[in-house]
């Protein structure tokens, strides 16, 4: 298993980017969302790595108990 990173870059112009590392799936989303709702709630633009349309470990094995 990847380790997994959030690595947050504040601007100088007050500018919030956030990337996330090690996390497969959407996930990334729900385990970030906390710290964007520290950081103001309101996000301009966000954009999903490669990582972010793998699937996550125990998916593929909850899709194949489910069907």
């Known amino acids: ?3 997994e990173k959030v690595e ?3 601007g100088p112009d007050g ?3 956030m990337r996330v590392e090690g996390v497969a799936g959407p996930r990334c989303l729900d385990d970030t ?3 964007v709702q520290l950081l103001g709630g309101d996000v301009e633009h966000h954009e999903l ?3 972010a349309y ?3 470990e125990g998916e593929e094995q909850d899709r194949l108990w489910q069907g």
């Open 1 to 3: 298993m990847a380790e």
């Open 8 to 10: 947050i870059v504040i």
């Open 15 to 17: 500018t919030v980017e």
């Open 33 to 35: 969302d906390p710290l």
């Open 49 to 51: 790595t490669e990582e």
């Open 54 to 56: 793998q699937q996550a």
